[in-house]
């Protein structure tokens, strides 16, 4: 007698729960689901098989995603003087399949273990999804199918630009299935990355003045998070002649491409916030995910630019937020030219950091960066430092030590003496 097994399934009747063993077929390695057999093998019939075979792939077809129906195939077969109907499931190409009620959650998803349909892990669910939809995440589909869209929709709608169902699975907010991706999360309201602002007293990060943190849709979030900067970039004026010269703290370009890199070039594969740290003397925008691979910090500064989030970026661009790839870098710089300092940018493996200098701190002081600070700090200890101490004490490469040294020897802090692997670095007089 015929047994159940990891591709065999026997139903005596027609019931919902065969869409969760077709859904585990599908998703493991195919199978065929035999209506019309008692568990323990025994045929008993199927009484009315043209209308059971209608139920079962209309309920197939209505309550599974994606679609499965291609790789569904009905089947009438006597069996003892008895009708049964047999389901011939496929491995899917689309995995992983759900209950369209529960979504690409472990009540949702299911495979076949043995003789046993059963709930997929949500490590499971992410494996499949990564092997279905590639590693780039804005592609993936979204584990959350109950997204939102009124805060992008107001933006879509003052740019007078389209934001149907057709228009958003052209910029890959959803699959030709309808099935929302990470890019469209990203643009939701149920957006789950945040960004986290902090202002400091003084220079600092020891005393709290104000913090925020900001949820929702990426467009929203962009417009909240430069509004609260805005609050914090105060007006300076002078008086030179009969006029009045206003400036104020932080070039207003300067601040919105720098929020743009935060959010059109982190890495979202990460849960951490994007971080805006507000002091006296220096604003910082740091990011998860270091530069694109194949893409070096001096093609950066070039404006050469490979966008870690292709879509997203299209997104900003179509709503005129942005102007073309590379060009944030080189205008922030540009933004600099007539005060004297530049912003500071530093890269490792998994993080970026912008860090823009308060222009009217800076008129009467050097600003220097955080880790060019804690550099200085070694001489109050020795004498003379080395590179192998840079390295050590920010956690960082020798290119990076390299830099670090060369700014504070352009900020006339420090010089160097000998050369070659003997040389020294010794605090200026």
Do not use: W
Request: aromatic share 8%; net charge negative; proline share 2%.
């Amino acid at each position: 007698m015929i047994q159940e097994s990891s591709v065999l399934e026997f139903k005596r009747d027609y019931t919902s729960d065969i869409n969760k063993t077709v859904i585990a077929f599908a998703n493991t390695n195919g199978g065929t689901i035999c209506v019309g057999i008692e568990d323990s093998g025994v045929v008993v019939g199927v009484s009315d098989v043209d209308n059971t075979m209608l139920k079962i792939s209309n309920s197939i077809r209505d309550t599974i995603k994606p679609d499965v129906t291609l790789f569904v195939e009905y089947q009438q077969e006597r069996v003892n003087n008895s009708v049964i109907i047999k389901i011939i499931v496929q491995k899917g190409t689309s995995c992983p399949y759900y209950l369209a009620s529960k979504g690409i959650r472990p009540e949702g998803v299911y495979l076949r273990q043995g003789v046993s349909t059963v709930p997929a892990t949500e490590t499971a669910i992410l494996k499949m999804i990564k092997e279905t939809d590639g590693e780039k995440y804005e592609d993936i589909r979204s584990l959350n199918q109950e997204l939102t869209f009124i805060e992008a929709k107001k933006e879509f709608e003052a740019q007078n630009v389209s934001f149907g169902n057709s228009e958003q699975k052209t910029l890959g907010l959803m699959t030709i299935d309808g099935i929302y991706t990470n890019l469209g999360l990203l643009l939701s309201d149920q957006c789950v990355h945040t960004i986290k602002l902090a202002v400091f007293e003084g220079t600092a990060k020891a005393v709290f003045k104000d913090r925020r943190e900001f949820s929702g849709s990426l467009l929203k979030q962009l417009q909240d998070a430069f509004d609260f900067i805005d609050r914090y970039n105060r007006n300076n004026s002078s008086v030179e002649g009969l006029r009045r010269i206003d400036n104020r703290d932080y070039p207003v370009e300067a601040v919105r491409e720098a929020l743009l890199n935060a959010l059109v070039h982190r890495d979202y594969s990460f849960s951490d916030s994007t971080l805006v740290s507000i002091f006296d003397d220096r604003i910082e925008f740091t990011t998860i995910g270091g530069l694109v691979k194949g893409i070096t910090f001096n093609d950066m500064m070039l404006g050469i630019s490979v966008a870690r989030n292709r879509k997203l970026a299209n997104v900003f661009y179509r709503l005129t937020l942005i102007e073309a790839y590379g060009t944030g870098m080189p205008k922030i710089i540009r933004n600099y030219e007539n005060f004297g300092i530049r912003p500071e940018i530093e890269t490792t493996d998994n993080a970026f950091k912008i860090t823009l200098p308060n222009t009217n701190e800076a008129s009467s002081t050097i600003f220097l960066s955080e880790n060019e600070a804690i550099v200085m700090k070694l001489f109050t200890e020795k004498e003379f430092i080395v590179r192998k101490d840079v390295e050590n004490v920010l956690d960082i490469s020798q290119t990076m030590a390299i830099r670090v040294l060369k700014k504070l020897i352009e900020h006339d802090k420090i010089k160097a003496i000998g050369q070659g692997k003997s040389i020294k670095y010794m605090r200026e007089a």
